[in-house]
């Protein structure tokens, strides 16, 4: 088992940042992929960033490319997701997920998310 709790969510204004921290307990943090999630009101959830457990790659969707970065420190069992120039449309509930397949995010292990509103 994997236990996964998120921080760092809130209320930004547009064009500003927030950091979002994920942090793992239970089995070897660092023998899974890390990822994160969003899921807007009304809207299927959709994959935002993933970090590779062995090569270090990190992997990014087309809308968040460029302005948000996902890190993980193997030491502190936490991965981070540094988010700049938010935007209105990046306001979702964000999970952080742990899985041993990183094309297969479902069977992995999810945390209960934490909260990002953009608005002025």
């Known amino acids: 088992q994997v236990q996964l709790v998120e921080s760092g969510g809130g209320l930004v204004q547009p064009g500003g940042s927030l950091r979002l921290s994920c942090v793992a307990s239970?089995?070897?943090?660092?023998?899974?992929?890390m990822g994160w999630f969003r899921q807007a009101p009304g809207k299927e959830r959709e994959f935002v960033a993933a970090?590779?457990?062995?090569?270090?790659?990190?992997y990014y969707a087309a809308s968040v490319k460029g302005r948000f970065t996902i890190s993980r420190d193997n030491a502190k069992n936490t991965v981070y997701l540094q988010m700049n120039s938010l935007k209105p449309e990046d306001t979702a509930g964000y999970s952080c997920?742990?899985?041993?397949?990183?094309?297969?995010?479902?069977?992995?292990?999810w945390g209960q998310g934490t909260q990002v509103t953009v608005s002025s």
């Open positions: 997920a742990a899985t041993r397949e990183i094309n297969n995010w479902t069977n992995g292990y």
């Open positions: 239970g089995r070897t943090f660092t023998n899974y992929h």
């Open positions: 970090a590779h457990w062995g090569t270090g790659g990190t």
